[in-house]
């Protein structure tokens, strides 16, 4: 195995990651702010990734496609909030999986309703698509390239917002005290509907940007959604340092476990065989992961210790 | 409003006489569907004991629920081939005997609670869900990749397997053998939340601090309630491979893990029958609304929605009004 | 009928039912019941629906399933109870092989069908280092299987991925880095417009080989220009010149407004075969009506379609390449990639 693979697939782990991490950090803020389980996450990804198959469609423009799909999923989010949401802060964790359990039927089957049962067409942009050469003659599609980027400017942009404005302060106020921020004068519920929307908005986003190179379908989004759990538990719930190293430690655990392990195996199996458990055991091994670190460190990596 | 030791008898017996009446006016699609009902209320009662009595908020109990599954599968497939389950270190021949089949399943899922408990338990709350589902996960994977016994297609039994003394093969029977194992749960259940483990378990679930003060290991009952937990979802597994004579990965998925817990929410969590009301109603809003449209799946998320905004406490606390502490 | 309607994979289920019913329509008759239910994807549910079809609507014949996990749920079951069934999709090697039955009849193909004669048409081709590729689940190893059995060259690399990935990253890493002159693949629904989509994007130019799933009519305005010539196998496409196909085109696309994909000439094949037996024989009288089955005595759309000795179709298998007609994406045939072609199944099936 050469050293152009290796480079190629670790490239592909991390892109895998930050489109990750696009998910894992809406999840995070509103688990962590709002103590809510959001499983219909899944359903705002999904709604960015049809929206900017409309608008792409309408207009032929990918910007406004992404525009469309981060407004789409805001609204999408700040409706769900205001009309759902907010009667299920003061009640348990199951009320909340139920009525979100319900809202991830109700935006599948409508999307399937409106859309038609067939996948929708989005492409990437003629500006970003072919390969590019990098140093050490590695050719890399350079909408990846792009991705990585888009994904690491968000992260950053999140962490100054959380750090420097007045809003992050806010908001990592409201993770410790909610009553203690309300006494001081915020207004909790305008400022719950802000992080729903924030959220919402980067999920459609990732949505948009992976439908591009995926297939935009109804369903797309609940697999993603099992990860983006996945990610924000390993890393710590509520913390957008631990999303992001969490959604890069799963994307390369499956990327490069896809690869190596099959080859492993191969040492001391024949090449089927390998194949096959390799793959299979390929496919547990994020799993595994998550469940070595909650053993490790039982509130994820960068989890409050309680 | 009903009082809610009422409620539970009226309920187990409409559960009797919906399918009786099938028998009567020769129905027997009606008594496949109730069948189902008990069966997922089986799966929920005992997902119940552990998320109701214990607080344990498991997203992972189609793990036993597929165990439980595939060790019907696994050896109602070796009988039907007549090869042995395992030849070393000693012999282990397949067999069509339910006894037997729900013994390996409730042994082997409660083995499996055991391990997952002893991992899981070391974290609490929101965690804890999530490690169950890790372990639903890795088991769903395992099972697809899993070819000797059908990977994804899944193993189709051609025949029900066999009762001592009962015909299995007439709905009515197998639904009465489904039925006494789900009246025979919920009486454990009941007896288990007044005996002095029950008393020890809620009082770990309010305040750790109270029990350990006595003596017990918070932890310790915990793990206990997760392992009879699990063995009552892994024969509703049994049984539900039984009733369908096919087995799938299916079973695994967080889907599934899903859909129990769902039950329990829906009827009431911590009522001795929520999980029955939660069960039965959703496989008949599952049969009547899927007549009404291909986008009946809106319909039902409707529904569920009512539900949690505005019966709090489920349908039985809708139904039955007072309000029991659990929490 | 039980079918796939809602969720993720209702789009074939509903071409099924749209293909099936149309013929019902056609053929005039009045007399033939048709009860259509959704299976949702779910094994379990398909096997209440059929326990339903069987026990309450007293059914004759049972047919429209799309999965072949449903359909090893569901048919050795019901044709061991005496139900005829007519698959309109799924042809498991179980079925064709030592499981097979005498009241099971597959209409469409063997499942290893399409990816033997994409295995033949890469030997015509002169591929001669394949880069192979498919989930990790038996219809993937099968596809796998089915092209190596056709295909005399050398593997440049064989890879399983999971089932409903949607990241093709890491394989195309490989394939580039794999010297193979070829790639084939078996990747359905979602899976293949990913993979297709981020191949094309990847810049490499190797020619892709494939059975017809991920090229279907519904699909391909999804995956767009990356299929563009990309060739792939399939019994049947709307070009084959027959009447009956061109009249199945022309009328499906008036009543529906779209294109007929092979999942609807499937279930128009399907319904046509069902109603040339209900001509001659009763499904009370079984096996007058078996017989009647198996002349499979009806125009198909495919054209020459007759059943080998274990009910599974021999037929011909083209080669299509993936053109543009317009603004709309569709199919051309190129050659025939396997003439009447059986399976390798039906020496082992003995009824």
């Known amino acids: ?306 | 409003m009903i009082r809610e030791s009422n409620l539970n008898a009226l309920v187990l017996i409409l559960l009797l006489a919906v399918p009786l009446w099938a028998v009567f006016n020769d129905e027997p699609f009606t008594i496949t569907l109730a069948t189902r009902a008990v069966i997922f209320a089986l799966a929920a009662v005992g997902l119940n004991i552990a998320l109701g009595l214990g607080g344990l908020v498991s997203f992972g109990h189609a793990v036993f629920f597929g165990i439980g599954g595939y060790a019907m599968g696994i050896f109602a497939h070796h009988a039907q081939t007549y090869t042995p389950v395992m030849e070393v270190p000693f012999l282990i021949e397949g067999t069509k005997s339910m006894p037997v089949i729900w013994l390996v399943a409730m042994v082997t899922s409660g083995f499996a609670a055991l391990l997952i408990g002893l991992l899981s338990l070391r974290t609490a709350g929101v965690y804890f869900i999530m490690i169950t589902l890790a372990f639903g996960q890795m088991l769903y994977y395992f099972s697809i990749s899993w070819a000797t016994y059908g990977g994804e297609d899944g193993l189709s039994i051609y025949v029900r397997n066999e009762f001592p003394g009962v015909n299995t093969l007439v709905p009515i029977n197998f639904f009465a053998i489904c039925f006494v194992i789900l009246c025979l749960v919920v009486l454990l259940n009941a007896l288990l939340a007044k005996s002095p483990f029950g008393l020890a378990l809620n009082a770990a679930r309010q305040t750790p601090q109270r029990v350990q003060t006595f003596g017990l290991d918070p932890t310790r009952l915990k793990l206990l309630a997760f392992i009879i937990s699990g063995v009552v979802t892994g024969l509703a597994g049994a049984l539900f491979a039984d009733l369908n004579r096919f087995v799938s990965p299916t079973m695994f998925s967080w889907q599934m893990s899903g859909e129990i817990m769902i039950f329990i929410i829906l009827g009431g969590v911590a009522r001795l029958c929520g999980p029955i009301v939660g069960a039965v109603t959703f496989v008949m809003l599952e049969h009547f609304l899927g007549g009404l449209s291909d986008y009946w799946h809106i319909y039902l998320g409707a529904l569920l929605l009512i539900v949690v905004l505005f019966a709090r406490g489920g349908l039985v606390g809708l139904i039955s009004g007072r309000e029991i502490a659990h929490d | ?351």
């Not at chain 3, 008759?29 to 609507?57: H, T």
């Not at chain 3, 309109?88 to 009849?105: D, I, Q, V």
């Open chain 1, 1 to 306: 195995m050469s050293t152009i693979l290796i480079i190629e697939q670790i490239l592909n782990g991390l892109q895998f990651g930050v489109m990750l991490f696009l998910m894992a950090a809406g999840l995070t803020l509103i688990f962590g702010v709002m103590g809510l389980i959001n499983l219909a996450h899944g359903s705002l990804y999904m709604i960015g990734a049809f929206a900017a198959a409309t608008v792409a469609g309408l207009t032929g423009s990918f910007v406004l496609a992404l525009m469309a799909a981060m407004m789409a999923a805001a609204i999408a989010g700040v409706l769900i909030e205001v009309l759902v949401i907010r009667r299920l802060y003061a009640t348990d964790h199951l009320d909340q999986v139920l009525a979100t359990f319900a809202l991830i039927l109700i935006f599948s089957e409508g999307t399937r309703w409106v859309f038609g049962s067939f996948p929708l067409f989005l492409n990437i942009p003629d500006y970003f698509s072919g390969p590019v050469t990098l140093p050490g003659g590695i050719e890399y599609p350079l909408y990846r390239l792009v991705l990585i980027c888009v994904g690491l400017l968000v992260a950053g942009a999140l962490g100054l917002l959380i750090t420097r404005t007045r809003i992050g302060i806010q908001i990592r106020a409201g993770k410790d005290d909610h009553e203690m921020i309300a006494a001081l004068g915020v207004d909790i519920s305008k400022l719950y509907t802000v992080i729903f929307a924030l959220g919402a908005a980067l999920a459609g986003l990732a949505g948009a940007l992976v439908g591009a190179i995926q297939s935009v379908q109804v369903g797309m989004g609940e697999p993603v959604l099992i990860l983006a759990f996945v990610v924000i538990v390993i890393g710590g719930i509520g913390s957008i340092k631990g999303a992001l190293i969490g959604a890069l430690l799963v994307g390369l655990t499956d990327t490069l476990g896809g690869v190596f392990l099959p080859e492993l195996f191969k040492l001391f199996m024949e090449p089927s065989a390998a194949q096959a458990s390799g793959s299979a055991l390929s496919s547990m091994a994020i799993y595994i992961l998550m469940g070595v670190v909650l053993v490790w460190r039982p509130a994820g990596l960068f989890g409050a210790r309680k």
């Open chain 3, 1 to 351: 009928m039980i079918t796939t309607l809602s969720g993720g994979g209702a789009g074939l289920g509903i071409d099924v039912r749209d293909g099936f019913m149309l013929a019902i329509g056609q053929s005039g008759r009045n007399d033939i019941e048709v009860i259509i239910e959704d299976d949702q994807r779910k094994p379990d549910i398909a096997v209440q629906l059929a326990d339903k079809m069987i026990q309450s609507e007293k059914v004759d014949v049972m047919t429209g399933i799309i999965w072949s996990n449903l359909a090893m749920a569901v048919i050795p079951s019901s044709v061991s109870q005496g139900k005829f069934y007519l698959s309109p999709n799924a042809g498991p090697s179980a079925l064709a092989g030592k499981g097979c039955h005498r009241n099971y009849f597959n209409v469409a193909w063997q499942n290893d069908n399409l990816h033997e004669a994409a295995g033949a048409y890469a030997n015509s081709a002169d591929y001669n280092n394949s880069f192979i590729l498919a989930p990790n689940y038996p219809a993937g190893q099968d596809a796998l299987t089915g092209y190596k059995r056709m295909y005399d060259g050398e593997l440049a690399g064989e890879v399983f991925t999971k089932l409903g990935q949607t990241d093709y990253a890491s394989e195309i890493a490989q394939i580039r880095a794999s010297g193979a002159d070829s790639v084939f693949f078996f990747l359905p629904g979602g899976m293949g417009i990913s993979f297709l989509k981020q191949y094309a994007d990847s810049g490499i130019n190797l020619p892709v080989v494939g059975p017809a799933f991920s090229f279907d009519q519904g699909i391909l305005q999804a995956v767009g220009d990356a299929a563009l010539g990309v060739v792939n196998t399939s019994q049947w496409n709307k070009d084959i010149d027959n009447g009956t196909n061109a009249a199945f085109v022309d009328t499906f696309q008036a009543e529906y407004g779209r294109l007929p994909s092979l999942y609807a000439s499937q279930g128009f094949d399907t319904a046509n075969l069902l109603i040339s037996a209900l001509k001659v024989a009763n499904p009370g009288d079984a096996d007058a009506f078996r017989a009647a089955l198996e002349a499979a005595d009806f125009n198909s759309t495919r054209g020459d379609f007759k059943f080998g000795s274990n009910h599974n179709p021999i037929q011909n298998i083209y080669a299509r390449e993936v053109i543009k007609e317009g603004d709309v994406y569709t199919n051309k045939i190129i050659g025939v990639a396997l003439e009447n072609h059986s399976d390798a199944y039906a020496a082992e099936c003995s009824f």
